[in-house]
Protein backbone atom coordinates (compact mmCIF):
# COMPACT_ATOMS: atom_id res chain seq x y z
CA UNK A 1 0.00 0.00 0.00
CA UNK A 2 1.25 3.86 -1.03
CA UNK A 3 1.66 5.65 2.30
CA UNK A 4 0.20 8.85 0.29
CA UNK A 5 0.43 11.11 2.97
CA UNK A 6 4.04 10.71 4.00
CA UNK A 7 5.16 10.60 0.19
CA UNK A 8 3.51 13.88 0.05
CA UNK A 9 5.21 15.34 3.16
CA UNK A 10 8.70 14.33 2.06
CA UNK A 11 7.89 16.24 -1.41
CA UNK A 12 6.96 19.14 0.95
CA UNK A 13 9.46 19.04 2.33
CA UNK A 14 11.95 19.04 -0.18
CA UNK A 15 13.55 14.98 0.10
CA UNK A 16 13.85 12.69 -2.34
CA UNK A 17 10.93 10.63 -3.23
CA UNK A 18 11.08 7.08 -4.02
CA UNK A 19 8.09 8.31 -6.49
CA UNK A 20 5.97 11.60 -7.25
CA UNK A 21 3.13 11.92 -5.05
CA UNK A 22 -0.16 11.79 -6.39
CA UNK A 23 -2.64 13.74 -4.35
CA UNK A 24 -6.15 15.36 -5.95
CA UNK A 25 -9.01 17.62 -5.60
CA UNK A 26 -11.94 15.54 -7.44
CA UNK A 27 -14.96 16.78 -5.31
CA UNK A 28 -16.79 19.14 -7.96
CA UNK A 29 -16.57 16.01 -10.34
CA UNK A 30 -17.62 13.90 -7.86
CA UNK A 31 -20.40 15.99 -6.25
CA UNK A 32 -21.93 16.87 -9.11
CA UNK A 33 -22.17 13.49 -10.74
CA UNK A 34 -23.33 11.89 -7.44
CA UNK A 35 -26.27 13.86 -7.64
CA UNK A 36 -27.51 13.12 -11.03
CA UNK A 37 -26.49 9.67 -10.47
CA UNK A 38 -24.04 9.87 -13.53
CA UNK A 39 -21.08 8.16 -10.91
CA UNK A 40 -19.63 5.22 -13.48
CA UNK A 41 -21.95 1.80 -13.13
CA UNK A 42 -18.84 0.71 -10.97
CA UNK A 43 -18.62 3.00 -8.00
CA UNK A 44 -22.81 4.08 -7.48
CA UNK A 45 -23.17 4.95 -4.40
CA UNK A 46 -19.33 4.89 -3.50
CA UNK A 47 -17.77 7.45 -1.55
CA UNK A 48 -15.64 10.14 -3.20
CA UNK A 49 -12.49 8.92 -0.67
CA UNK A 50 -13.17 5.53 -1.54
CA UNK A 51 -13.11 5.79 -5.27
CA UNK A 52 -9.75 7.42 -5.11
CA UNK A 53 -8.78 4.73 -2.89
CA UNK A 54 -9.87 2.32 -5.50
CA UNK A 55 -8.12 4.08 -8.18
CA UNK A 56 -4.96 4.84 -5.99
CA UNK A 57 -5.43 8.50 -5.85
CA UNK A 58 -4.25 10.08 -2.42
CA UNK A 59 -6.91 11.98 -0.94
CA UNK A 60 -6.97 15.53 -0.98
CA UNK A 61 -8.74 16.33 2.40
CA UNK A 62 -8.92 20.14 1.71
CA UNK A 63 -10.13 22.20 4.44
CA UNK A 64 -12.02 24.87 3.27
CA UNK A 65 -14.85 22.63 2.08
CA UNK A 66 -14.60 19.94 5.15
CA UNK A 67 -13.25 20.75 8.62
CA UNK A 68 -10.99 22.96 9.79
CA UNK A 69 -8.90 23.43 12.63
CA UNK A 70 -10.36 26.36 13.90
CA UNK A 71 -13.64 28.37 13.71
CA UNK A 72 -15.48 31.76 14.10
CA UNK A 73 -18.01 33.07 16.61
CA UNK A 74 -19.36 36.48 16.20
CA UNK A 75 -20.49 38.71 19.21
CA UNK A 76 -23.07 41.37 19.45
CA UNK A 77 -24.03 41.17 15.75
CA UNK A 78 -27.32 39.28 14.60
CA UNK A 79 -26.93 37.34 11.31
CA UNK A 80 -29.75 35.96 9.33
CA UNK A 81 -29.31 34.01 6.32
CA UNK A 82 -31.77 33.14 3.26
CA UNK A 83 -31.05 30.48 0.55
CA UNK A 84 -33.69 30.63 -3.03
CA UNK A 85 -32.61 29.01 -5.40
CA UNK A 86 -29.25 29.35 -5.76
CA UNK A 87 -29.29 32.84 -4.11
CA UNK A 88 -28.03 33.04 -0.72
CA UNK A 89 -28.73 36.56 1.05
CA UNK A 90 -26.31 37.39 4.56
CA UNK A 91 -27.48 40.17 6.63
CA UNK A 92 -25.41 41.29 9.47
CA UNK A 93 -27.18 43.87 11.98
CA UNK A 94 -24.36 45.58 14.04
CA UNK A 95 -24.44 48.67 16.43
CA UNK A 96 -23.63 50.68 13.65
CA UNK A 97 -25.88 49.63 10.83
CA UNK A 98 -26.74 46.57 8.90
CA UNK A 99 -24.48 45.44 6.12
CA UNK A 100 -25.75 42.71 3.35
CA UNK A 101 -23.98 40.26 1.37
CA UNK A 102 -25.20 38.07 -1.78
CA UNK A 103 -24.03 35.18 -3.67
CA UNK A 104 -25.06 33.28 -6.83
CA UNK A 105 -24.77 30.01 -7.57
CA UNK A 106 -25.10 28.53 -11.03
CA UNK A 107 -27.25 25.35 -11.32
CA UNK A 108 -24.20 23.32 -11.98
CA UNK A 109 -22.47 24.59 -9.45
CA UNK A 110 -25.92 24.27 -7.23
CA UNK A 111 -25.15 20.21 -8.34
CA UNK A 112 -21.55 20.13 -7.43
CA UNK A 113 -21.98 21.48 -4.12
CA UNK A 114 -19.70 24.44 -5.31
CA UNK A 115 -19.70 27.91 -4.02
CA UNK A 116 -21.25 30.47 -5.59
CA UNK A 117 -19.66 33.94 -6.96
CA UNK A 118 -20.36 37.49 -4.64
CA UNK A 119 -22.57 39.76 -6.30
CA UNK A 120 -23.24 41.93 -3.42
CA UNK A 121 -20.65 43.19 -1.07
CA UNK A 122 -21.46 44.16 2.84
CA UNK A 123 -19.32 47.04 2.24
CA UNK A 124 -20.90 49.49 -0.11
CA UNK A 125 -19.46 52.94 0.42
CA UNK A 126 -17.36 54.61 3.40
CA UNK A 127 -20.65 54.88 5.64
CA UNK A 128 -19.90 51.24 5.96
CA UNK A 129 -16.16 51.54 7.84
CA UNK A 130 -18.13 51.72 11.39
CA UNK A 131 -20.59 48.68 11.00
CA UNK A 132 -17.63 46.21 9.26
CA UNK A 133 -14.74 47.03 11.36
CA UNK A 134 -17.50 46.25 14.61
CA UNK A 135 -18.16 42.94 12.68
CA UNK A 136 -14.33 42.08 12.69
CA UNK A 137 -13.09 43.26 16.53
CA UNK A 138 -16.00 41.23 17.45
CA UNK A 139 -15.20 38.08 15.56
CA UNK A 140 -13.84 35.47 17.93
CA UNK A 141 -11.01 32.71 16.53
CA UNK A 142 -11.65 29.18 18.98
CA UNK A 143 -9.73 26.04 18.05
CA UNK A 144 -11.36 23.22 16.47
CA UNK A 145 -9.14 20.50 17.03
CA UNK A 146 -11.20 17.53 18.36
CA UNK A 147 -13.33 17.81 14.94
CA UNK A 148 -10.45 18.17 13.14
CA UNK A 149 -8.10 16.03 14.59
CA UNK A 150 -10.87 12.96 14.19
CA UNK A 151 -10.77 14.50 10.25
CA UNK A 152 -7.76 13.26 9.30
CA UNK A 153 -7.09 10.38 11.26
CA UNK A 154 -10.41 9.56 8.77
CA UNK A 155 -7.55 10.06 6.17
CA UNK A 156 -5.19 8.46 7.26
CA UNK A 157 -1.90 7.17 5.04
CA UNK A 158 -4.22 7.38 2.48
CA UNK A 159 -3.78 11.38 1.29
CA UNK A 160 -3.34 14.74 3.11
CA UNK A 161 -5.36 17.10 5.09
CA UNK A 162 -4.88 20.54 4.05
CA UNK A 163 -6.95 23.00 6.10
CA UNK A 164 -7.18 26.58 4.60
CA UNK A 165 -6.34 29.53 7.18
CA UNK A 166 -8.14 31.57 5.08
CA UNK A 167 -7.62 34.44 2.84
CA UNK A 168 -4.65 37.14 3.84
CA UNK A 169 -5.92 40.57 5.13
CA UNK A 170 -6.13 43.11 2.49
CA UNK A 171 -7.38 39.81 0.05
CA UNK A 172 -10.17 39.06 2.31
CA UNK A 173 -11.49 43.01 1.91
CA UNK A 174 -10.55 42.19 -2.11
CA UNK A 175 -12.65 39.24 -2.39
CA UNK A 176 -15.47 39.20 0.77
CA UNK A 177 -16.30 42.46 2.12
CA UNK A 178 -15.81 44.87 -0.49
CA UNK A 179 -14.58 43.35 -4.03
CA UNK A 180 -10.90 44.01 -5.85
CA UNK A 181 -12.84 47.34 -7.57
CA UNK A 182 -13.83 49.17 -4.50
CA UNK A 183 -10.87 48.01 -2.76
CA UNK A 184 -8.58 49.90 -4.67
CA UNK A 185 -11.14 52.91 -4.89
CA UNK A 186 -10.75 53.04 -0.68
CA UNK A 187 -6.72 52.29 -0.81
CA UNK A 188 -6.59 55.74 -3.12
CA UNK A 189 -9.15 58.01 -1.47
CA UNK A 190 -9.43 56.44 2.36
CA UNK A 191 -6.03 54.73 2.92
CA UNK A 192 -5.96 55.14 6.78
CA UNK A 193 -9.22 54.12 6.86
CA UNK A 194 -8.91 50.90 4.85
CA UNK A 195 -5.38 50.24 7.03
CA UNK A 196 -7.69 49.74 9.97
CA UNK A 197 -9.38 47.11 8.07
CA UNK A 198 -6.23 45.38 7.74
CA UNK A 199 -5.11 45.48 10.50
CA UNK A 200 -8.42 43.93 12.27
CA UNK A 201 -8.36 40.75 9.88
CA UNK A 202 -4.58 40.97 10.52
CA UNK A 203 -5.34 40.05 14.04
CA UNK A 204 -7.70 37.61 13.43
CA UNK A 205 -4.99 36.05 10.81
CA UNK A 206 -2.27 36.27 13.92
CA UNK A 207 -4.96 34.20 16.41
CA UNK A 208 -5.53 31.32 13.43
CA UNK A 209 -1.39 31.53 12.75
CA UNK A 210 -1.13 30.54 16.71
CA UNK A 211 -3.67 27.75 16.23
CA UNK A 212 -2.38 26.60 12.94
CA UNK A 213 1.01 25.96 15.02
CA UNK A 214 -0.96 23.65 17.22
CA UNK A 215 -3.29 21.64 15.06
CA UNK A 216 -3.42 18.35 14.05
CA UNK A 217 -2.32 18.83 10.59
CA UNK A 218 1.28 18.58 9.17
CA UNK A 219 0.72 20.69 6.56
CA UNK A 220 -1.27 24.45 6.43
CA UNK A 221 -2.54 26.49 3.16
CA UNK A 222 -2.88 30.19 4.33
CA UNK A 223 -4.39 32.18 1.47
CA UNK A 224 -4.47 32.04 -2.35
CA UNK A 225 -6.26 32.32 -5.15
CA UNK A 226 -3.69 35.41 -6.46
CA UNK A 227 -4.12 36.70 -9.88
CA UNK A 228 -1.21 38.96 -11.73
CA UNK A 229 -3.49 41.78 -12.78
CA UNK A 230 -5.95 41.72 -9.34
CA UNK A 231 -2.85 41.33 -7.23
CA UNK A 232 -0.19 42.55 -9.03
CA UNK A 233 3.61 42.44 -7.81
CA UNK A 234 2.86 45.92 -5.77
CA UNK A 235 0.12 45.07 -4.02
CA UNK A 236 1.76 41.22 -3.34
CA UNK A 237 4.79 43.00 -1.74
CA UNK A 238 2.64 45.44 0.11
CA UNK A 239 0.23 43.27 1.48
CA UNK A 240 1.30 39.73 1.36
CA UNK A 241 5.34 38.91 1.38
CA UNK A 242 5.15 40.51 4.78
CA UNK A 243 2.88 38.20 5.84
CA UNK A 244 3.89 35.05 4.48
CA UNK A 245 7.64 35.83 6.30
CA UNK A 246 5.92 35.53 9.74
CA UNK A 247 3.94 32.59 8.82
CA UNK A 248 6.73 30.79 7.91
CA UNK A 249 8.41 31.65 11.34
CA UNK A 250 5.43 30.96 13.13
CA UNK A 251 4.51 27.40 11.53
CA UNK A 252 8.08 26.25 10.86
CA UNK A 253 8.52 26.13 14.49
CA UNK A 254 6.47 23.49 14.84
CA UNK A 255 7.19 21.55 12.04
CA UNK A 256 4.53 22.64 9.61
CA UNK A 257 4.57 23.15 5.70
CA UNK A 258 3.25 26.15 4.63
CA UNK A 259 1.52 26.02 1.80
CA UNK A 260 -0.67 28.52 -0.38
CA UNK A 261 -3.27 27.86 -3.15
CA UNK A 262 -2.26 29.09 -6.68
CA UNK A 263 -4.21 28.31 -9.02
CA UNK A 264 -4.52 31.54 -10.93
CA UNK A 265 -2.97 33.87 -13.87
CA UNK A 266 0.77 34.55 -11.54
CA UNK A 267 3.69 34.20 -13.42
CA UNK A 268 4.73 37.65 -12.67
CA UNK A 269 4.23 36.67 -8.81
CA UNK A 270 6.27 33.34 -9.27
CA UNK A 271 9.59 35.05 -8.01
CA UNK A 272 8.03 36.90 -5.19
CA UNK A 273 6.26 33.64 -3.56
CA UNK A 274 10.09 32.06 -3.88
CA UNK A 275 10.99 35.11 -1.72
CA UNK A 276 8.98 35.28 0.95
CA UNK A 277 9.10 32.25 2.84
CA UNK A 278 6.24 29.69 1.15
CA UNK A 279 7.31 26.08 0.82
CA UNK A 280 4.48 24.63 -1.28
CA UNK A 281 2.19 26.31 -4.04
CA UNK A 282 -0.78 23.79 -4.53
CA UNK A 283 -3.07 24.08 -7.34
CA UNK A 284 -0.64 25.46 -9.68
CA UNK A 285 -2.33 25.44 -13.14
CA UNK A 286 -0.10 25.50 -16.34
CA UNK A 287 -0.82 26.17 -19.93
CA UNK A 288 -3.48 25.80 -22.01
CA UNK A 289 -5.53 28.02 -18.99
CA UNK A 290 -2.79 30.00 -17.76
CA UNK A 291 0.60 31.54 -19.49
CA UNK A 292 2.44 29.55 -16.76
CA UNK A 293 5.01 26.61 -18.34
CA UNK A 294 6.03 23.81 -15.37
CA UNK A 295 9.50 23.49 -16.74
CA UNK A 296 10.04 27.34 -16.25
CA UNK A 297 8.54 26.91 -13.29
CA UNK A 298 10.66 24.10 -11.92
CA UNK A 299 13.77 25.89 -13.16
CA UNK A 300 12.68 29.21 -11.20
CA UNK A 301 11.70 27.50 -7.81
CA UNK A 302 14.37 25.08 -7.98
CA UNK A 303 14.79 23.02 -5.18
CA UNK A 304 12.97 25.96 -2.96
CA UNK A 305 9.51 25.62 -3.58
CA UNK A 306 7.32 22.59 -4.38
CA UNK A 307 4.84 22.90 -7.12
CA UNK A 308 1.36 20.87 -6.50
CA UNK A 309 -0.44 20.20 -9.45
CA UNK A 310 0.42 20.10 -13.27
CA UNK A 311 -2.85 18.93 -14.66
CA UNK A 312 -5.12 21.55 -15.98
CA UNK A 313 -8.55 20.83 -15.60
CA UNK A 314 -9.53 21.22 -19.00
CA UNK A 315 -7.37 18.34 -20.63
CA UNK A 316 -9.98 15.72 -18.88
CA UNK A 317 -12.92 17.55 -20.93
CA UNK A 318 -13.85 16.46 -24.50
CA UNK A 319 -12.29 20.01 -25.76
CA UNK A 320 -9.14 18.43 -26.29
CA UNK A 321 -8.85 14.73 -28.23
CA UNK A 322 -7.41 11.78 -26.37
CA UNK A 323 -4.27 12.23 -28.80
CA UNK A 324 -3.84 15.96 -26.96
CA UNK A 325 -4.49 14.57 -23.68
CA UNK A 326 -1.65 11.63 -24.14
CA UNK A 327 1.02 14.43 -25.03
CA UNK A 328 0.62 16.61 -22.23
CA UNK A 329 0.66 13.83 -19.49
CA UNK A 330 4.02 12.55 -21.17
CA UNK A 331 5.45 16.03 -21.78
CA UNK A 332 4.67 16.82 -17.95
CA UNK A 333 6.20 13.50 -16.79
CA UNK A 334 9.50 14.36 -18.53
CA UNK A 335 9.12 17.80 -17.47
CA UNK A 336 8.97 16.50 -13.98
CA UNK A 337 12.29 14.56 -14.22
CA UNK A 338 13.14 12.56 -11.11
CA UNK A 339 10.52 14.05 -9.00
CA UNK A 340 12.19 16.26 -6.16
CA UNK A 341 9.35 18.78 -5.26
CA UNK A 342 6.99 18.20 -7.34
CA UNK A 343 3.00 16.62 -6.29
CA UNK A 344 1.24 15.65 -9.42
CA UNK A 345 -2.69 17.13 -8.90
CA UNK A 346 -5.54 19.07 -10.99
CA UNK A 347 -5.53 22.53 -11.11
CA UNK A 348 -7.24 23.01 -9.25
CA UNK A 349 -10.12 20.46 -9.56
CA UNK A 350 -11.65 17.54 -11.52
CA UNK A 351 -14.19 19.40 -13.22
CA UNK A 352 -17.60 18.45 -13.81
CA UNK A 353 -17.46 17.24 -17.17
CA UNK A 354 -14.29 15.29 -17.06
CA UNK A 355 -14.39 12.27 -18.77
CA UNK A 356 -14.08 9.28 -16.25
CA UNK A 357 -12.05 7.35 -18.48
CA UNK A 358 -8.86 10.11 -18.50
CA UNK A 359 -8.74 10.29 -14.62
CA UNK A 360 -8.60 6.29 -14.77
CA UNK A 361 -6.15 6.66 -17.44
CA UNK A 362 -3.64 9.12 -15.49
CA UNK A 363 -4.36 7.46 -12.06
CA UNK A 364 -2.75 4.27 -14.74
CA UNK A 365 -0.09 6.21 -16.34
CA UNK A 366 1.14 7.42 -12.62
CA UNK A 367 0.88 4.32 -11.53
CA UNK A 368 2.88 2.23 -14.35
CA UNK A 369 5.73 4.98 -13.17
CA UNK A 370 6.57 3.66 -10.03
Request: glycine fraction near 8%; hydrophobic fraction near 40%; aromatic fraction near 12%.
Amino acid sequence: MINHRDLALAAMRGELVERVPFIARMELWYNYNANRGTLPDHYQNWSLWDIQRDLGIGIFGFGAWDQSFYKTELHGVNVTRTTDNGTGVTNFDTPFGKLTAMDRMSDELMEAAGTGARIEFPFKSPSDYDALEYLLDNTEIVDNFDNYGKFVEEIGTDGIALPFSGYLHAHQLMINYMGYERFYYELYENESRLLRLVDAIERQQNEILSLAAQSPSQAIEVGGNYDEQMTPPPIFERFFSPFYKKAHEVLSASSKVLVIHGDGEMKKLLSLIKDCGVQVVEAVTPKPMTSIDIKQVRELWGDEVTLWGGLPSIIFTPVFTDAEFETHIEELFETIGEGKRFILGFGDNAPTDAMFQRIKRIAKFWNEKR
